[in-house]
């Protein structure tokens, strides 16, 4: 397939159920996966410098450089 330009051939096995790829474009992964975080309650941050990360049964909480 053409990925960036450089013909790679496809892979022989893909670790998926289904014998076939799609692709999407990444404007609409962001979309979907932004949808779907705030579905869950998440807030979103952009251009943050993430110097923390904790996870417990609760859920994950991400320290950021500014304290928050």
């Known amino acids: ?11 022989e096995r893909l670790d ?6 799609l ?3 990444q ?3 962001e979309r979907l996966l932004n949808e ?3 579905e869950l309650g998440t807030e ?3 251009g943050s410098e993430v ?9 994950v909480t991400v ?3 500014d304290g928050t």
């Open 63 to 65: 320290e950021l450089a």
């Open 1 to 11: 397939g053409l990925f960036g330009g450089v013909m790679k051939p496809w892979p």
């Open 51 to 59: 110097i923390g990360i904790g996870q417990d049964e609760d859920g």
């Open 23 to 25: 692709a999407t474009p």
């Open 36 to 38: 779907r975080a705030l």
């Open 27 to 29: 404007p609409v992964t």
């Open 16 to 21: 998926t159920a289904h014998p076939y790829g």
């Open 44 to 46: 979103i941050r952009r």
